[in-house]
């Protein structure tokens, strides 16, 4: 697996360069946060809105903002990755397998140069959306890497603060009800908060975090309250389960302390399944964005990585961070 760092200038025309080192360092800290809002982008639809919401994190943030594109031959974006000698005879004459191996790695270089041009256009757009951003944590990053788009990710996770993703990638971009091949691997490995896209973009006016009363929920209320990405956006707290009197308890005091830090936190507990019943309420209410947690044994908990989460993700239509 090989990588090529790059710091974008400030200003001036910007593309990634061409130098590629086998060593990968740390992305540096920079910025009022902790480690940066990395967004992973190909040539899917969804890059687009992947960059959008990576810029508005970040400048809400004040995080440093790195781009990452990865060069996957068995997700089907890289043109040529196909190995054709394999499919030639034993009396092929030498002059045929030089052909095709050189034929290979041309299209090894265009797919390269596409996702150069691709990171030069994700930082473009990003300065035009949120232009105060470098001013504020340094010039932007850019990574190219081959190999497995995980290990990539896991590579940078110690100096990433939150991760942005395409509900689907390049190779099922078209496959509407379906989720990306590598999401749910990505959800299982990172252990930060993994923000997965929808096609289109527009800054949250409302969202919602899926409630109930576990670990996990408690420390993502926590991390709203404290932290700068969804200051001053009203946040509903919703549980899907029994009315009961220490559930009514557990969730009020979650919305105090959201209250508290100066969020305005409806709360709502629902009977029924949450994938039914998260997806109705935030239709209602016209949520712009839903919080929920990965692990758990819980309803909503099991909806991550089980069945009833695969569902959710497939049919939401509206984008989703997954808290860890």
Not at 27 to 46: K, N, Q
Not at 160 to 180: D, E, N, Y
């Amino acid at each position: 697996m090989t990588d090529a760092p790059s710091t974008l200038p400030s200003t001036g025309p910007s593309a990634p360069p061409t130098d590629r080192s086998p060593a990968l360092p740390e992305p540096p800290r920079r910025g009022r946060g902790e480690g940066a809002v990395l967004a992973c982008i190909d040539d899917s639809p969804y890059v687009g809105a992947i960059c959008d919401f990576a810029a508005w994190s970040a400048e809400r943030m004040t995080a440093p903002l790195t781009f990452l594109h990865v060069l996957d031959a068995t997700s089907g974006n890289v043109p040529g990755s196909r190995n054709l000698t394999g499919a030639i005879g034993l009396g092929a004459r030498e002059e045929l397998l030089e052909e095709l191996a050189e034929l290979d790695e041309a299209r090894a270089r265009l797919a390269m140069e596409r996702g150069r041009q691709l990171l030069a256009g994700a930082v473009e757009r990003a300065r035009d959306a949120a232009p105060d951003l470098e001013a504020a944590t340094g010039a932007m990053e850019v990574r190219q890497r081959h190999g497995e788009l995980v290990d990539a990710i896991l590579a940078l996770e110690s100096g990433t603060r939150m991760l942005v993703v395409g509900k689907r990638g390049t190779a099922s971009a078209q496959r509407h009800g379906h989720l990306g091949r590598h999401l749910e691997e990505v959800i299982r490995a990172v252990h930060k908060p993994i923000l997965v896209a929808q096609q289109t973009f527009a800054p949250p006016a409302r969202i919602m975090m899926a409630w109930d009363g576990s670990p996990t929920a408690e420390k993502g209320v926590g991390m709203i309250a404290a932290g700068a990405l969804f200051r001053g956006i009203p946040c509903h707290l919703v549980h899907v389960g029994a009315d009961r009197a220490d559930v009514r308890a557990g969730l009020e005091a979650a919305a105090q302390t959201l209250r508290h830090a100066g969020f305005d936190a409806p709360t709502a507990l629902l009977s029924g399944n949450p994938e039914d019943a998260l997806p109705r309420y935030q239709a209602d209410h016209d949520i712009d964005l839903l919080v929920m947690g990965a692990f758990g044994h819980s309803r909503i908990r099991r909806m991550i990585l089980g069945s009833t989460t695969t569902a959710m993700l497939r049919t939401c239509t509206v984008s989703v961070m997954v808290l860890r």
